[in-house]
């Protein structure tokens, strides 16, 4: 888990644990105050690079707003094999806590998104159940030419569950890989695991693809491990 909330924060009072449906900070993660100028550093990190400047252009004022912010509330950490997806409730609500505490906007870094204040509310926690696909990013990146797309995932960390590479996708079958990976990321997500080699079978879908495991932590597209799918070249 790494999120940072933005915002002007004066004293915190009582996390009301059946308002925000959170019992505060799960076991293994800690939330910390930084506070600027004595930390700029650390501020000035998440506001910085192509995340912010996409946040930036298409909320300026927001991004204003929290370029100015005099706090950041730092919540990261790890979460050791759970039983549940308990602790991720527990973060929904602290996050949605601390926006009405004063917070303006919280970065994920583990999918590089912004979201103001409002939209974690109505989006994340109002409808009071846990969405895995919103909290993982899709993203897509021209291959050669003639060898298709690659889409892949960031996000799946958070649920202690490998991202998802498919590699190769032609023209005309984006449609059919996007609908592939929202399953990967629903069924891991709530307690699947992928067996090394395992075939797919996917109405629509070519035969011959299948699923191997590489990559770690340090891998800088994914910051985790992956599942490797190979669309089949003679599609």
Known sequence: ???????????????????????????????????????????????????????????????????????CLLLRGVVTDPGTLDYFRDVIGLIAYLNDAGGLAVYDAQILRWWSAEEWREAVFARGDLRPSQHVAISFTDDDADRGRWYHTRGMRKFGRPDLSVTHVPEGMDDGAIDLIVRFIEFQALGGHVSEGQEIRVAGLPPGLQCRHAGDAEDVDFNNSHIEIAWPEST
């Open 1 to 71: 888990m790494l999120y940072a909330v933005f915002g002007d924060f004066d004293e915190l009072g009582p996390l009301h644990a059946k308002a925000y449906r959170s019992e505060g900070p799960p076991h293994g993660v800690e939330l910390t105050s930084y506070v600027g100028p004595e930390r700029r550093d650390v501020l000035d990190g998440f506001r910085s690079g192509w995340a912010w400047d996409r946040f930036a252009t298409d909320s300026p004022e927001l991004a204003a707003a929290v370029a100015g912010a005099p706090r």
